[in-house]
């Protein structure tokens, strides 16, 4: 799940009645299906503004990594994975002009390519 934190309060409350009984019910349904999931979370927010209980569910296990701005060698990697012929040297890292995921770091690569900048 990208951006729990972003999730409002209305929705966490659904999902941790999902995530306690592990039950869901599909929109106009009657029905309960009974599911077996695992669920992994990210935020670029602490998750301490989640509901206590919910946040007590998701809290199991925390990584916490720098954001990518700050690991250019883990950028240039994840670049290479994306478009493994795109030269990495023409992005300067060192600007920090990516806020830092992956997302946002495609779209700078496809921006380049677009613009014929590579």
């Known amino acids: 799940m990208d951006e729990i934190g972003d999730m409002p309060i209305g929705l966490q409350a659904k999902l941790l009645r999902v995530l306690q009984d592990g039950n869901i019910?599909?929109?106009g349904e009657n029905v309960e299906i009974e599911t077996d999931v695992r669920i992994v979370c990210a935020t670029n927010?602490?998750?301490?503004?989640?509901?206590?209980?919910?946040y007590n569910r998701v809290n199991t296990f925390v990584v916490r990594l720098k954001p990518l701005g700050d690991r250019?060698?883990?950028?240039?990697?994840?670049?290479?994975?994306?478009e493994p012929n795109f030269p990495t040297d023409k992005i300067d890292f060192t600007l920090k002009e990516f806020p830092g995921n992956v997302r946002d770091l495609k779209a700078i690569v496809r921006r380049y390519q677009v613009l014929g900048e590579i």
């Not at 927010?45 to 919910?54: A, F, S």
């Not at 250019?72 to 994306?82: H, V, Y």
């Open 25 to 27: 019910r599909r929109v």
């Open 45 to 54: 927010k602490d998750v301490k503004i989640l509901r206590q209980d919910l």
């Open 72 to 82: 250019p060698e883990d950028a240039k990697l994840i670049i290479k994975s994306l």
